[in-house]
């Protein structure tokens, strides 16, 4: 295990690009404080700390109104940081569980009404183990009835193989990051168009187009090399589009982005006020507060 990851940036700069009011950032995470929500014993990384209090504080310095925390694999299936942090929330937080097939519907119940509202399976082999499919099945067909998603999070070259299962899973479908495609390859190209066939086929599928940190070859501040396959990924299927920050950025050793930036290249990727809005508001509280719109 390595721990020599870079510290989220303590000061980042204000966004030029006003998000629109009620704007969701939807994926982001909380990490400890470890001290009081140790870290996973088999996870691959350790992060810096990053509390639900730095959370709340960037939500408000970036212009949002609301946050979607995502359970990373550093805390494994101990979902407690994560609810902690919705239950400080007062509501204006949704949560993504990691959960395994020994958990009981109670756990799901009180994970509900604490604010989750889905499960994420990591199939990135370097940060976890990948989870067995029949699992994953047997989940999605659990929380069905309370609402929720799966989230998963691969890479571009895992799509061929992952392609059957993710089109049957028995539950709305969320992808992480554009299943991380090669930004050196060509968007109109046949690899990136797998993921928009996966889309095109699951009305129920979701992309977020986060982060560029992760994706570019050129880097900051505009990410260039992303843009084109995010606003494909906007302009083909605006109504099903997500964006998170991805704060802290856990295993970044390249650059620590500066969040201010990462809103900025955002609002780049949506051309008009309504896919703004669209991204913005509009889809993620449709998904994580239905009960709203």
Request: glycine residues 8%.
């Amino acid at each position: 295990m390595d721990d020599g990851w870079l510290v989220y940036c303590e000061e980042p700069s204000e966004p030029s690009f006003p998000v629109p009011p009620g704007a969701v950032d939807a994926h982001c995470h909380v990490f400890g404080p470890g001290d009081r929500f140790p870290y996973a014993p088999e996870r691959r990384y350790t992060p810096a700390d990053a509390p639900k209090e730095r959370l709340w504080e960037l939500r408000d310095f970036l212009g949002f109104e609301r946050n979607v925390i995502v359970q990373a694999s550093c805390h494994g299936t101990d979902n407690r940081a994560l609810v902690d942090a919705l239950e400080s929330s007062d509501g204006r937080a949704r949560g993504v569980a990691a959960v395994t097939s020994s958990v009981g519907d109670d756990e799901l119940e009180a994970m509900h009404r604490s604010g989750v509202r889905g499960v994420r399976f990591n199939f990135v082999s370097r940060l976890a183990d990948p989870p067995d499919p029949a699992v994953i099945r047997t989940i999605a067909e659990r929380i069905r009835g309370l609402g929720w998603h799966i989230v998963v999070y691969f890479e571009a070259g895992d799509l061929p193989g992952l392609y059957e299962l993710l089109l049957s899973l028995p539950a709305p479908l969320v992808i992480d990051h554009m299943g991380r495609p090669d930004t050196s390859l060509d968007p109109e190209g046949p690899r990136f168009g797998r993921l928009l066939r996966l889309m095109g086929e699951r009305p129920d599928a979701w992309c977020k187009v986060s982060c560029p940190e992760r994706l570019s070859t050129v880097g900051p501040p505009g990410y260039d090399d992303v843009v084109p396959f995010a606003r494909a990924v906007v302009e083909s299927f605006p109504d099903r589009v997500l964006w998170g920050s991805d704060w802290p950025h856990p295993n970044m050793r390249s650059h620590m982005p500066d969040d201010g930036e990462l809103v900025d290249f955002a609002g780049g990727i949506a051309a008009t006020g309504t896919l703004r809005t669209k991204l913005f508001v509009d889809n993620p509280r449709r998904l994580y507060w239905p009960e709203e719109c």
